[in-house]
């Protein structure tokens, strides 16, 4: 079965967010289980099954932001992208403070070439965020592909002054979407 068929109609995700302001604490037993499960298979590769077990877990709780953030990366994993962008609005709304609902809706836009959005959502939207490493590396990748070559370069030093310089620089030399700022790296 289509692995859209298997999850449910996405509208369903907003009927139930309702549900999921209620429930805003952490996931109990079974679900917990059901969703650590569904990110070992995703570990694994596997993200049929992976959706098999978020399918487990109690209908209204399907809408939790931690739910959602495992939905999403299976659907990236399907390269569902249209999927992930609707999927990625919930955590932007039910945790905004949080970056990493923000980062899914960002990579979302792009995936769907719109980079242009998603440049914009991460550098204008969540300013709280650009002091988060991971958020200016996305914002210079987002860069690179706009041909904003300066700007990129400028996300990617501040990245490195706020963050572990030789971590992002290791990633930042192997990330092909960064090629084009190559000997500057």
Not at 156 to 170: H, S, T, V
Request: charged residues 25%; negative net charge.
């Amino acid at each position: 079965m289509p692995l859209f068929l298997v999850c449910g109609p996405l509208l369903e995700l907003r009927r139930q967010r309702c549900a999921a302001y209620e429930h805003p604490e952490p996931l109990e037993h079974p679900d917990n289980f059901h969703l650590q499960s569904a990110q070992g298979w995703l570990e694994l590769g596997s993200h049929i099954e992976a959706n098999e077990e978020l399918e487990k877990i109690t209908a209204q709780l399907r809408a939790h932001p931690d739910v959602l953030k495992v939905r999403w990366r299976v659907y990236a994993k399907a390269k569902r992208w249209d999927a992930c962008l609707e999927i990625a609005r919930a955590p932007t709304e039910l945790e905004p403070d949080k970056p990493g609902g923000w980062i899914d809706y960002a990579q979302s836009l792009h995936r769907l070439n719109r980079t242009s959005e998603a440049y914009d959502l991460l550098a204008t939207e969540p300013s709280r965020f650009l002091e988060q490493p991971i958020i200016l590396y996305h914002l210079a990748v987002y860069g690179c592909h706009l041909h904003r070559l300066w700007e990129a370069w400028t996300w990617l030093e501040r990245a490195f002054e706020i963050g572990d310089p030789a971590q992002i620089k290791m990633k930042a030399l192997d990330d092909p979407d960064l090629e084009p700022l190559g000997a500057e790296i």
